[in-house]
């Protein structure tokens, strides 16, 4: 596998938010979202067996785990990694832009689905079939840029009773869409969802990589 980079922080993001974690961040994505903060994920990375990965993470000593990109579906030996993980005890999350097909996974695999909103100029490479391969247990985020993306993210959930099935959280585009304005919306129309901030961002400097 190439692997960007495998590290222990504090989980920024989903419905972990604030427990300890560790990353591994696959290399490649086949999306170009305008408001990406990963971007030196694409190309940048190392190959790594699955030995050696698995042997850095257990150095770590942390019970979750989640995989993270780039997107990490686009590496094949990702379903593997993911399954020896799980057997080894380990909660196993996983950060996929909707783009394949999530049906490749173990199903004890907790889910975290970005579906993406106009802004980010991606909507159309949306694999909406997902949605009826996710558990209720698996996650669906929505990043938000603006009061487009929010009206569409609030059609999507409320169209397909999203937030009755699944976590559902939406993410202000940071340093982008305001959070309060964000908060102020939801509030308005009574959404039944989480309001997500990157918690790893206002911990550290938003551009610090590794934690």
């Not at 394949?100 to 993406?116: A, H, Q």
């Not at 009206?151 to 169209?159: C, F, P």
Request: hydrophobic residues 40%.
């Amino acid at each position: 596998m190439k692997i960007n980079e495998i590290f222990k922080s504090i989980q920024g993001e989903s419905t972990f938010a604030g427990q300890p974690c560790v990353f591994i961040r696959t290399t490649g994505c086949n999306l170009r979202c305008h408001w990406c903060d990963t971007a030196y994920a694409f190309y940048e990375g190392t190959e790594m067996d699955l030995d050696s990965i698995l042997h850095r993470v257990r150095d770590y000593q942390c019970d979750l785990i989640e995989l993270t990109g780039g997107e990490p579906l686009l590496q094949k030996e990702t379903p593997a990694l993911i399954k020896i993980l799980l057997d080894e005890g380990y909660r196993v999350l996983i950060e996929t832009g909707g783009s394949l097909d999530v049906g490749v996974l173990d199903p004890r695999t907790t889910v975290i689905m970005d579906l993406k909103c106009p802004g980010s100029a991606m909507t159309h490479e949306m694999r909406w079939e997902n949605l009826k391969q996710l558990k209720s247990t698996d996650e669906i985020k929505f990043v938000i840029a603006d009061r487009t993306d929010y009206l569409w993210a609030k059609d999507i959930v409320e169209r397909d009773a999203l937030a009755d099935r699944h976590p559902v959280l939406f993410s202000p585009v940071f340093g982008v869409m305001d959070p309060r304005q964000l908060a102020a919306w939801i509030l308005e129309d009574g959404l039944k969802i989480k309001l997500q901030l990157q918690l790893h961002k206002y911990i550290w400097e938003p551009e610090t990589r590794g934690v």
